[in-house]
């Protein structure tokens, strides 16, 4: 009985060894993977091998776009610390609404962000987020007034619609991205909100994805618009700056 004990000790510390050894290998990958994936990334890809992150899917998604408006000429004359310092603000209250939101923020591109919406209510999210951001913009620019800085404003455009998703680049530089019209076309509404004057554009499809009733929602509909690179016009919706 003695014996039997020791043996069966033995096979419960090898097999504690054994789960041990693998989540601190599991461990190990998600942190390499966090070095270049969004962290919502890495828990759903490690282990999988970079052939498996690389193969990709098609599904639906909504995409928004946010840019700073009349970044470019505020930057004319400004110190490098000052500039950094508006980048950090502006990301932080980004990355507070899009985490609020479920939002994944694909990339940066200088003053302005990409932000991912896939899963459960995905373009209802979107629509949360771009509604957060317009009043978080709102707070921003009087805060910075108030303390006598210049108030910036920003464009947001998002859109909903089948998109290619995948890990592309090499075990040195990995990167997840996505790509297709929608995409594009969520980058050209935010674009068509300088020409509008407005602050934020969502498609109708969008809109009706989310299961929202523009009328009753306070959006104004525009012209349809004929963006390029569609063979079709596209029903828009515009909300002014909260």
Same mark, same amino acid.
């Given at each position: ?68 408006? %009349? ?30 939101? %479920? ?47 210049? %108030?910036?404003?920003?464009?947001? %455009? ?85």
């Amino acid at each position: 009985m003695v014996a039997l004990a020791g043996l069966v000790l033995m096979v419960a510390a090898l097999r504690m060894r054994g789960l041990l050894h693998r989540s601190i290998e599991e461990t190990r990958q998600k942190a390499n993977l966090t070095r270049y994936l969004p962290a919502q990334m890495a828990g759903r890809l490690a282990g999988g091998g970079l052939e498996a992150l690389q193969e990709g899917r098609q599904q639906k998604m909504a995409i928004l776009f946010i840019d700073i408006r %009349g970044f470019t000429s505020w930057c004319e004359g400004r110190e490098p610390q000052d500039v950094s310092r508006l980048i950090t603000e502006f990301r932080t209250r980004v990355e507070l609404v899009a985490g609020r939101t %479920g939002g994944l923020i694909d990339k940066y591109i200088g003053d302005a962000a990409m932000i991912l919406f896939e899963g459960e209510r995905a373009a209802a999210r979107a629509l949360d987020c771009a509604e957060g951001l317009l009043v978080e913009m709102e707070a921003w620019r009087q805060e910075r007034e108030a303390t006598g800085e210049t %108030g910036l404003a920003a464009g947001i %455009g998002v859109h909903w619609g089948e998109v290619f998703s995948g890990v592309t680049g090499t075990p040195a530089r990995l990167e997840y991205s996505v790509f297709g019209d929608t995409v594009n076309t969520a980058a050209r509404l935010e674009q068509l909100t300088k020409t509008n004057d407005t602050a934020l554009i969502a498609s109708a499809t969008l809109l009706q994805e989310a299961g929202t009733e523009p009328a009753r929602g306070g959006w104004t509909a525009l012209p349809a618009e004929q963006l390029r690179g569609r063979r079709s016009g596209l029903a828009l919706f515009a909300k002014a700056q909260a």
